[in-house]
């Protein structure tokens, strides 16, 4: 594993996610976790709530994984709602779950221009991913309904072809609008359909409740992605466990049709 300093930078206006001057977020640092193996695909995991780049490295760089390059950003440190306004790292701001409260696009679009921005140099011929746990879960759902729309919220292009997304513990920003977003163009459903999305959750997750993984996937499912897989969890709260991320490596294996997990 090795960090890259250089990725601690500010996200300023000319970043095709950002909408306006009146916000700029400067991204924490980022960690690489290379391939042990022949290089087939890159992901970038985003942390939850709070958190940082340099523990989910940690995990993923045990996996048995030999063939995927891991990188793991660290999110802006700006105030939360959900905290009283309390600073911390946040991928956007974001008050109270629930399905009719606000959705932060501005914040969103930076953070998945930003992780756009990390994909956007890999090689050709290796295959792209996002996920995430918790509210990097929030994140990676909202950069797959990027991709398939073509756009970010904001209307500019989405420039990176995603092969597959994982969500963990998490829940779908926008979902009331998507159905119509996607349904209203060809290509778009088309992308839709096309896109490798696995979610799990637990079944007594206290923080995001079961509910919201739940709905996400429903909602999804209901706009087009039709190559969703839902996974639950009976006794998992708001973390993850080996058997989950036993599946997750098997999931990704399949999709992305790498050569084999290493034992």
Same mark, same amino acid.
């Given at each position: 594993m090795y960090i890259c300093n250089e990725d601690s930078r500010e996200e300023k206006t000319k970043d095709p996610g950002s909408r306006t001057a009146r916000r700029t977020c400067e991204f924490g640092?980022?960690?690489?976790?290379?391939?042990? /193996?022949?290089?087939? $695909?890159t992901i970038v995991w985003l942390h939850g709530l709070g958190d940082n780049g340099s523990s989910w490295s940690q995990l993923l760089e045990s996996l048995p994984l030999p063939n995927i390059k891991w990188i793991c950003p660290t999110a802006p440190t700006r105030p939360v709602a959900l905290l009283g306004g309390f600073p911390c790292t946040a991928w956007f701001d974001v008050g109270e779950l629930s399905e009719d409260g606000p959705d932060d696009f501005e914040g969103l679009d930076a953070s998945v221009a930003h992780i756009a921005n990390l994909l956007s140099t890999e090689p050709s011929d290796v295959k792209l991913g996002i996920g995430g746990f918790s509210m990097g879960s929030a994140t990676a759902?909202?950069?797959?309904?990027?991709f398939a729309q073509g756009k970010y919220g904001n209307g500019n292009p989405y420039p990176v072809n995603l092969r597959a997304i994982v969500g963990l513990s998490g829940w779908l920003p926008g979902s009331?609008? &998507?159905r119509n977003k996607i349904e209203g163009s060809n290509e778009a459903a088309r992308r839709a359909a096309s896109l490798p999305i696995l979610l799990c959750h637990?079944?007594?997750?206290?923080?995001?409740?079961y509910k919201y993984g739940e709905k996400s996937a429903?909602? &999804?499912? *209901? $706009? /087009?992605?039709?190559? *969703?897989?839902?996974?639950?969890?009976? /006794? *998992?709260?708001?973390?993850?466990?080996?058997?989950?991320?036993?599946?997750?490596?098997?999931? &990704?294996?399949?999709? &992305?049709?790498?050569?084999? *997990?290493?034992?």
């Open positions: 640092r980022t960690y690489v976790v290379r391939p042990k /193996g022949k290089h087939q $695909a759902l909202y950069s797959a309904t990027c009331r609008s &998507l637990g079944i007594c997750d206290d923080v995001v409740p429903q909602f &999804l499912s *209901l $706009a /087009g992605f039709r190559y *969703l897989t839902f996974k639950t969890y009976d /006794g *998992l709260g708001h973390y993850t466990v080996p058997k989950e991320m036993d599946e997750v490596c098997n999931w &990704l294996s399949a999709r &992305l049709g790498l050569d084999g *997990l290493r034992s």
